[in-house]
């Protein structure tokens, strides 16, 4: 029987089991496919632990995940353009995607580009359309020199190529383990903590057009003290901030579509971008994998491979 990571309650990390499931059954619209890498988000740690309860109930028994890339094992019956053995990207929105087999509906996947490696493809999803969502909300242009707070992170490190890529300045705040991946990448590495805003300035010119935060805990303050206007000013998980100050939170809804999806796996086909991978965990070995990711300290993306 093929497992799947289940929890039968909200709660810390040991509710999360990896247990047998009946094997699913893809509908007329549906594709079974069988797992080669799944990506795993901070989201999903908050949603175990019932923190967006009041926003997005979990029912019980729970799976987990959203991002995966895998091998096409069976077909529903009215599914076209798509055979058993073709190689996708994909995602779920029924909390699925940490399992051996997973039922993806039609629209929901892209082929797999053949340079594209499993890891990178099934951690793409939910950190690539929501990184993508950012550069866009705050209408980035090569004249630009944009602010990224978590700038080494599994959303971050899609932001800062992104910006790149469309010619922007980019200064990216980062430990100082992770200067040497941003310096290569073509970004300035800034230390976070006391004399930020300094540091900032100077290396930036004391010009800062726009500000995209993936970190929290203050940087949608910092970016209106340097200047940058609100509707510049994008955070994905400060929403009591945006709420307060009237700066953009657009972030994975305004982009979660197959489109963004192909045109990213499309990008690292063609060399233009990089998901970093920070460590790959077995299934059976999920509760490390979450372990690690909440420290807060990832370069890239933590992935399961069954
Ligand atoms: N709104 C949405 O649609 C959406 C979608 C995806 C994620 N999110 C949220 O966005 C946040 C980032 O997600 P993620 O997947 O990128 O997380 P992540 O992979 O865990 O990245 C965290 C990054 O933050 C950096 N960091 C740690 N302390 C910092 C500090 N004090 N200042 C600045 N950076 C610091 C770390 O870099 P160092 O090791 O260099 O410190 C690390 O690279 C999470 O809170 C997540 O829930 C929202």
Redesign the pocket.
């Known amino acids: 029987m093929p497992r799947a990571v289940k929890f039968d309650h909200y709660g810390e990390i040991d509710v999360l089991r990896v247990v047998e499931v009946e094997r699913p059954v893809p509908k007329p619209n549906q594709v079974l496919v069988r797992v080669k890498a799944a990506g795993i988000?901070?989201?999903e740690i908050?949603i175990r632990k019932g923190v967006f309860a009041d926003r997005w109930p979990a029912t019980f028994p729970s799976g987990q995940g959203s991002d995966l890339a895998g091998i096409v094992e069976e077909i529903g019956s009215a599914v076209k353009n798509v055979a058993v053995g073709d190689e996708i990207i994909g995602f779920t929105e029924d909390r699925a995607s940490h399992a051996e087999l997973v039922i993806l509906e039609v629209g929901h996947f892209v082929p797999r580009p053949a340079h594209v490696p499993w890891e990178q493809a099934g951690a793409l999803f939910?950190?690539g359309t929501?990184a993508y969502a950012a550069v866009k909300a705050v209408a980035l242009t090569a004249s630009d020199t944009l602010v990224v707070?978590?700038?080494?992170?599994?959303?971050?490190s899609i932001v800062v190529q992104l910006a790149r890529n469309i010619g922007a300045k980019v200064l990216g705040?980062?430990?100082a383990?992770?200067h040497a991946w941003l310096t290569d990448h073509g970004v300035i590495p800034i230390s976070?903590?006391d004399g930020v805003a300094e540091r900032i300035r100077a290396a930036s010119g004391n010009k800062i057009d726009a500000f995209v935060d993936?970190?929290?805990?203050g940087y949608v303050e910092l970016a209106l003290k340097l200047g940058v206007a609100p509707d510049r000013n994008d955070t994905?998980?400060d929403f009591a901030a945006a709420a307060k100050y009237g700066v953009k939170?657009e972030?994975?809804?305004a982009a979660a579509n197959a489109g963004v999806l192909a045109e990213l796996a499309g990008l690292i086909e063609a060399g233009r971008l990089e998901i970093p991978i920070a460590k790959t965990y077995r299934l059976a070995d999920v509760r490390e994998a979450y372990q690690d990711?909440e420290k807060?300290?990832?370069?890239g993306?933590i992935v399961l491979v069954p």
Do not use: C, E
Not at 214 to 217: L, S, V
């Open positions: 988000n901070p989201g908050m939910v950190a929501t707070s978590g700038a080494a992170g599994g959303v971050g705040l980062a430990s383990a992770n976070y903590g993936a970190f929290g805990g994905i998980i939170s972030g994975n809804s990711l807060r300290h990832t370069r993306k």
